[in-house]
């Protein structure tokens, strides 16, 4: 937690909230149904968010419940995670025109001026995996611009969870459920729905938070009232839908390239790519180039990717991962282990996404359970 | 035509058995082909144009599957005539809906269905051009998508290769944000098995994917097969599913197959 005092929000006031950060000039946006499934888009009062909604999350299942509350945030994660913001699926590069002369110009393709979001209802899980592609994006000495344009103007609240979805396991990979203040936010709230009263407990993780907040009609939390939320918080920690027994996983996974389970998956896996589309962490995109017909007006996009569609491994003489074993343990492998090297952590924040919208039900935290519980020595002979 | 219009590639397009669904897709393409007019004559095109100009041509479109014997000696004609060959559609790529007698006896549908089954003249089967002439690319779908069609004819022109991907329909349906129907509604989908090229309509209108773009590049149906299974399908239903638009295809076949009775 932050070094605030939390202070309490009442329900009935949390549309002020909203408000607040539309004032700023924030688009808000945050879960709402859509389609029999929770999405990602624009809500400006609280009425759009899920009320009473909660999410059944299992290996390649997903079905939206009423709950018998009016809770805001009382459901998981969806399909969709706030990278689609930040690391659109599709996005253009580069405008390229001839003029009548054949002199070639170039311009900026991402010339519009990316929307100021306000993200409404971040997860810890997702918190991280932003810090993970703040990471990848900006880490490397030289920033993608696209993304750090977009990013530098989110202002996030996040919520500390108070269901865990059926696939979920942050606390396997210390990633959750509560938001803290390992990763950077503005707000965080934790929600508690007692006999009388609905509220939210919330903390300020920067300075424009700590505006937004003296801007609210909240009144200082209670010792019972901040121990309440907890209480919610730690509840959820301990019904987590899955578990991981992440330790030594990265060099679990090295020392058993060639084990048996890679054939297994691969006979049930389809590559069709869902798991590392949804997950919030993967961020592989391709390039392609687009002509007019009269090839004097040219753009270059970037769009979404993934380590399963052959294209993804394509060079001369063909793909290099032609196997669907090879393409699940290169994600499997990427995720759990090679990410270490890459970008010093995990490429996994238990969110449990790839699961529930595999639409086969694989679920990594099994296949890591095979590997533990059937482990073998690399032979040297093998490569 | 001017005389100097015969130094413009010349585009062909023909029709064997097929609903010409996939010629009415370049039709539909009116703006795109006319500024391309410049660029390209259309030397046969029977949908737009009762005008023929003599081959050779430079690029061949061609729809439509062989079920007759006339029609296998005219796509070697064809063929010979053309620099480049272009299949377009399920019927011409994979045989199409036409390719359900494959699994029958011909000539007892003919005795049911006409009454002078005598004048009929067909093959045993339906079948892609690729069975009977070499092709120099396949385009999907049925029918093809619009967009994809003047890409081809475009990456012909600039002599490059079609931005045509192969992979599954759910990338395309996961970029487009649609919920997956599969997981959220328990709706048997073929979007995992199927290459893309549509734009993942039917999920985005909560429908499953019927599977109208063919096996993506590294099908599993036996996997997905599995799935619907543990979701109710029945056997009967999972064997319908794939025999269908692409139903000769082989990785569809070969799953139909498996389901039979
Ligand atoms: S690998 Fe799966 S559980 Fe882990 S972050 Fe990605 S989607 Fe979530
Ligand atoms: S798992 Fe695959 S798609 Fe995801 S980041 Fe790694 S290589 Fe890219
Ligand atoms: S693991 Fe599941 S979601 Fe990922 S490619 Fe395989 S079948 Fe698709
Ligand atoms: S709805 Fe169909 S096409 Fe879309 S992701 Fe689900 S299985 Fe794939």
């Known amino acids: ?383 | 035509m001017s005389a100097a219009a015969s130094s413009r590639p010349k585009l062909a397009v023909w029709k064997f058995a097929s609903c010409d669904g996939c010629q009415l897709s370049l039709l539909d393409c009116e703006d795109e082909l006319l500024a391309v007019a410049d660029a390209i004559e259309i030397a046969n095109f029977a949908e737009a144009t009762r005008r023929v100009v003599d081959g050779p041509y430079d690029l061949s479109l061609v729809e439509g599957s062989i079920t007759t014997a006339h029609d296998a000696g005219r796509i070697r004609e064809v063929r010979a005539q053309s620099k480049y060959l272009v299949t377009i559609g399920a019927c011409a790529t994979a045989g199409g809906i036409q390719a359900l007698r494959n699994w029958q006896d011909v000539g007892e549908m003919a005795s049911v269905v006409y009454a002078k089954p005598e004048y009929l003249e067909t093959l045993a089967t339906s079948t892609p051009i690729a069975h009977h002439v070499p092709v120099d690319f396949e385009l999907r779908g049925c029918p093809v998508n619009k967009h994809q069609l003047v890409e081809v004819v475009l990456a012909f022109l600039h002599r490059r290769k079609p931005l045509v991907s192969a992979h599954s329909v759910c990338v395309e349906c996961k970029l487009r944000g649609n919920p997956c129907v599969m997981v959220a509604h328990g709706t048997p989908c073929l979007g995992p098995v199927t290459q893309a090229g549509c734009g993942a309509i039917c999920p985005a209108y909560n429908r499953g994917c019927y599977g109208c773009f063919g096996p993506m590049e590294s099908p599993n149906p036996a996997a997905l097969s599995s799935q619907w299974t543990a979701m109710g399908v029945p056997d009967r239903d999972i064997l319908r599913a794939y025999r269908s638009y692409n139903g000769y295809a082989p990785p569809f076949r070969e799953e139909s197959d498996r389901h039979e009775p």
């Not at chain 1, 209670?222 to 899955?242: L, N, P, W």
Request: hydrophobic fraction near 35%; charge should be negative.
């Open chain 1, 1 to 383: 937690m932050t070094t605030e005092p939390p202070v309490l929000l009442l329900r009935e006031h949390f549309d002020t909230l909203l408000e607040a950060l539309a004032r700023r000039g924030y688009k808000v946006v945050g879960p709402t149904v859509s389609e029999g499934t929770i999405v990602y888009d624009e809500v400006s009062r609280a009425e759009d968010l899920p009320v009473g909604w909660t999410d059944e999350q299992e290996g390649g299942r997903y079905r939206l419940k009423r709950r018998d509350d009016a809770a805001l945030f009382g459901y998981a994660v969806g399909a969709q995670s706030w990278k689609q913001y930040l690391h659109p699926p599709r996005l253009r590069l580069v405008k390229a025109d001839r003029d009548a002369s054949g002199r070639m110009s170039f311009s900026d393709g991402d010339d519009a001026e990316p929307e100021r979001y306000a993200f409404l209802g971040v997860r810890s899980c997702e918190l991280h995996a932003m810090t993970i592609q703040d990471r990848v994006f900006l880490g490397s000495g030289v920033a993608d611009t696209h993304y750090e344009r977009r990013r530098k103007r989110v202002f996030s609240i996040g919520v500390s969870c108070g269901v865990a979805g059926g696939t979920c396991f942050c606390v396997s990979m210390g990633t959750g459920p509560q938001v803290t203040d390992r990763t950077p936010h503005d707000l965080a709230l934790t929600e508690v729905i007692e006999e009388e009263r609905h509220y939210f407990i919330l903390t300020a993780g920067s300075d424009e938070g700590r505006e937004v907040l003296a801007g609210l009609p909240v009144t200082p939390a209670g010792e019972t009232e901040v121990s309440a939320a907890k209480q919610r918080v730690d509840q959820t920690a301990a019904t987590m839908g899955r578990r991981m027994n992440a330790e030594g996983v990265r060099e679990l996974l090295l020392e058993n390239l060639e084990h048996p389970r890679w054939d297994d998956v691969a006979q049930r896996c389809l590559t069709c790519a869902n798991c590392t589309l949804v997950c919030p962490t993967c961020f592989c995109t391709t390039v392609e180039d687009v002509a007019d017909l009269t090839g004097d007006h040219a753009e270059r996009w970037r769009r979404w990717d993934s380590c399963f569609t052959l294209d993804f491994t394509w060079m001369h003489g063909g793909s290099a991962r032609q196997s669907g074993k090879s393409r699940y343990r290169q994600w499997l492998t990427h995720k759990l282990s090679t990410w270490h090297d890459q970008f010093g952590s995990s490429g996994c924040v238990g969110c449990g996404r790839c699961i529930t919208w595999c639409p086969v039900g694989i679920d990594l935290t099994q296949e890591i359970a095979a590997f533990r519980d059937h482990p073998i020595t690399p032979s040297p002979s093998q490569p």
